[in-house]
C-alpha cells in the first residue's frame, strides 16, 4: 500500500519538501532556508503557503522518505555506490534500496568514473595507459577536459589520434558497458542503477580535450585523423581556435582581448606566426603600443618553440573566456578564412 494514498502518490520533489517544512516547524525550516538560493526559496515559500491539509499518514511518508534519503547520502559518502547500496538492501530490500539509490544518483548527478575525477592526472595515466584505445576514450570522455587533455597529451603517440578518433565517433554508451569498465577499474563503485543511456563523448567533447593540448599534440592528432578521417577531421577543425584565428575575430572584439592580455605573452605569441596574425593585431592596437610591441619582437632574441606555443595557448584561453562571458562573438566555420 503507498503511505501517500492513490490521490498523493504522484507528489513532486517540490510538494514533499514543503510537507517536510511545515512538519519539522518554523525552527528548523529557517536554518534549512538558510542554505538555499534566494529562486529556491520563494519556489518553497509559495509551494508551503499553497498547502492546504497534510494527512499525518503523508507527513509520517515524506519525513520517511528524507530520513532514508540523508542516510543513504551519508552512506554514499562513507563508502561509495557499492556501500551504499548493500546496507539500505540489508535495511530496506532491495527493491526499496534501488529505488532510493536510483534517486539520490539522479539528485547527486554522479556520472560513471565519478572516483577518477579527484585523481591526479599522472597517476591515473598509470591507471589506464595499458587498456584498450576504446576504454581510454570512454573513460576520459567522462573526465574534465583539462585532466583529459593531460592524458592524451601523455599517451604514445601512436596512440594519441587512435584514442581522440575514438572519443570524436562515440555516441551513447550502454549502462551495461559503462559498469563493466567501472568494475575492472574501480571495485569501489558498483553498478549504475539507472538504466537510461548516458551522452558523452562526441565531437565537441574531443574538441574541449584538443583545445586544452600543447600545440605539437593537437597538431600530430589533427593531422593523423585527417588521413583516417577527412569527414570528422573537418567536422573538428570548425569548432576549434587556435591563436592563428585571431584573424577571424572582429577588430571590436580584438581590442578587448588584447586589453586582457599580458604584454610578454603577446610578444612571444608573434615571434613565431605569420605576418597576417601580426597585421591583424597591430592594426588594432596604438602606434606607439605597436611599436614598443616590434620592438620587444626585434629584440627578443631566439625563443623555445615551447615557450611560444604555451604564450599563445594562454591567449587563445584568454580568447575563449571572453566567448563563453559572451563579450565578444567569434564566426566558426568558415575554413576559408582561417589560417591553421
Known amino acids: 500500500m503507498d503511505m501517500y494514498g492513490d490521490k498523493d502518490s504522484e507528489m513532486s520533489n517540490q510538494q514533499k519538501a514543503a510537507i517536510l517544512f511545515i512538519t519539522l516547524g518554523p525552527e ?34 515524506v519525513i520517511s522518505e528524507f530520513y532514508q534519503m540523508a542516510m543513504a547520502k551519508t552512506y554514499l559518502s562513507s563508502g561509495g555506490l557499492e556501500y551504499a547500496q548493500n546496507v539500505l538492501e540489508k535495511a530496506l530490500g532491495a527493491e526499496k534500496a534501488s529505488a532510493i539509490i536510483s534517486r539520490l544518483t539522479t539528485s547527486l548527478q554522479v556520472r560513471p568514473f565519478d572516483f577518477l575525477h579527484k585523481t591526479d592526472p599522472s597517476q591515473l595515466l598509470n591507471f589506464i595507459q595499458n587498456e584498450h584505445p576504446q576504454t581510454i576514450a570512454l573513460i576520459m570522455a567522462y573526465l574534465d577536459p583539462d585532466q583529459a587533455a593531460t592524458i592524451l597529451s601523455s599517451l604514445p603517440q601512436e596512440r594519441q589520434a587512435e584514442v581522440a578518433k575514438r572519443i570524436a565517433i562515440m555516441d551513447r554508451t550502454s549502462p551495461d558497458v559503462l559498469r563493466e569498465v ?144 559572451g563579450e565578444i562573438v567569434i564566426s566558426r566555420g568558415k575554413g576559408e578564412e582561417m589560417i591553421v
Open 28 to 61: 528548523y525550516s529557517a536554518m534549512l532556508f538558510k542554505h538555499m538560493n534566494d529562486e529556491e526559496i520563494e519556489k518553497l515559500t509559495l509551494e508551503i503557503a499553497n498547502q492546504k491539509q497534510i494527512s499525518p499518514e503523508q507527513k509520517r511518508a
Open 182 to 325: 567501472e568494475r575492472v577499474l574501480e571495485r569501489k563503485l558498483s553498478a549504475l542503477v539507472t538504466q537510461d543511456f548516458t551522452d558523452a563523448g562526441g565531437v565537441k567533447a574531443i574538441v574541449e580535450v584538443l583545445n586544452r593540448v600543447d600545440r605539437t599534440t593537437e597538431k600530430g592528432i589533427v593531422d593523423a585523423l585527417e588521413v583516417d578521417n577527412p569527414e570528422l577531421t573537418d567536422e573538428i577543425k570548425k569548432l576549434m581556435f587556435v591563436f592563428e584565428d585571431i584573424v577571424m575575430i572582429d577588430d571590436r572584439s580584438l581590442q578587448m582581448v588584447l586589453r586582457e592580455v599580458d604584454a610578454k605573452d603577446l610578444s612571444l605569441a608573434l615571434k613565431a606566426t605569420n605576418a597576417d596574425v601580426q597585421d591583424k593585431v597591430f592594426k588594432n592596437m596604438s602606434k606607439r603600443a605597436g611599436d614598443m610591441l616590434r620592438e620587444e619582437i626585434e629584440f627578443m632574441g631566439p625563443v623555445k618553440i615551447r615557450d611560444v606555443e604555451e604564450a599563445q595557448q594562454r591567449i587563445v584561453g584568454v580568447i575563449r573566456r571572453l566567448e563563453e562571458k
